[in-house]
């Protein structure tokens, strides 16, 4: 029933995104017709990239634009692919003023117009959901409830709401309402894809993402004086978008999938840098205690509530499944970092 015939074109939203260029790139260079959503198509430089990875390999790329927000918006790029691939949604870990307006409208709407259009399509067979690890716990101190002391695929975000963490609660919320849409119906399989923090080199100069911009604020020396015990789950983006891959075609992909590389943390950014770069960037060497973190941490826009649950404190995911069951073979968090930094400085980004 979920054989998919490789010949028809894979929509993929947010083309231009981050992990989405990722995602389109590798079905590109496996000779797949992509159909990727932007924004605008007169944006143009936002997509070049992609078409530029079109030309150079044997895959072709056909850009349409759409927008989560508008009702129907989808419906005639979903119709005769067999794979969807859903990542647009906005992660705004800081800065956020309008959390209904800013993540949760568009996180939820946008994931029900995507499930819209694909109701209409009869030819979906499989459709693929970016979700995040945010989904499955919001704090670090969610931990603390799990009785075996690491997260699986069965855990679920209890902790966050629209005041606190609204980013993992509007991906908590999309990811819901994708599982309840999924299960109304029998002819189409929903596959989501749960990341960590993630990082590694982006495929195009855009400074928009969370993870570019934290990695520059390290190798422009805001952090030099140290960080907070931030202890997370992280992730290469070119793991991440082998897993939507192997979702996708994988005939047994089914249900949800931890991708997590192994424990990241603020700390062990810095010395990754440190490590392939000696004394070229004023990076920290240490943790700032936890009562340093409570004066300072308003100042990078984490509430009291946030460095309470969180820093400090362990978290540990458990990545069997996504390796078992999707074949990933994760690279070191040392490379993801490293290898991210040798973009930036490629692109002059720093």
């Not at 944006?43 to 927008?67: I, M, N, T």
């Not at 009291?304 to 404190?313: E, K, M, S």
């Not at 070191?332 to 970092?337: G, K, N, S, V």
Request: positive net charge.
């Amino acid at each position: 029933m979920f054989t998919i015939d490789k010949t028809k074109p894979v929509l993929v939203t947010g083309a231009s995104g981050y992990v989405a260029s990722w995602i389109v790139k590798q079905l590109l260079d496996q000779g797949y017709t992509v159909r990727g959503t932007v924004r605008s198509l007169e944006a143009k430089d936002r997509y070049r990239h992609l078409e530029r990875a079109a030309a150079a390999g044997p895959g072709s790329f056909q850009p349409v634009a759409a927008d989560l927000l508008v009702k129907g918006a989808f419906d005639a790029a979903a119709q005769g692919c067999e794979v969807v691939i859903h990542t647009a949604s906005p992660f705004l870990g800081v800065g956020v003023e309008d959390p209904q307006r800013q993540l949760i409208e568009p996180a939820l709407a946008g994931t029900l117009n995507v499930l819209d259009a694909v109701q209409k399509a009869g030819s979906v067979k499989k459709v693929v959901l970016t979700s995040s690890i945010a989904a499955i716990c919001g704090d670090n101190a969610d931990l603390q409830r799990i009785p075996q002391g690491i997260f699986t695929e069965a855990d679920w975000n209890e902790s966050s709401s629209a005041r606190h963490q609204p980013y993992p609660y509007s991906k908590t919320l999309a990811e819901r309402a994708a599982w309840t849409v999924a299960q109304g119906q029998d002819r189409w399989r929903l596959v989501t894809i749960n990341p960590g923090f993630v990082m590694g080199p982006s495929l195009s100069p855009r400074v928009d993402s969370t993870s570019i911009a934290t990695l520059r604020d390290f190798l422009r020396g805001r952090f030099a004086w140290g960080v907070p015990a931030l202890a997370f789950g992280a992730v290469d983006v070119r793991d991440v978008a082998a897993a939507h891959l192997a979702a996708a075609f994988r005939a047994d992909a089914e249900g949800r999938h931890i991708v997590v590389s192994e424990g990241g943390s603020l700390l062990g950014i810095a010395q990754a840098i440190e490590q392939r770069f000696p004394g070229r960037y004023k990076l920290p060497r240490r943790t700032l205690p936890k009562a340093l973190a409570y004066v300072a941490g308003p100042g990078f826009g984490l509430s009291w509530r946030f460095i309470a649950r969180n820093i400090g404190l362990p978290v540990a995911f458990d990545n069997t499944k996504s390796q078992t069951r999707l074949g990933l073979r994760y690279l070191p968090f040392a490379q993801t970092i490293q290898d991210h930094v040798e973009q930036l400085l490629a692109d002059g980004l720093v």
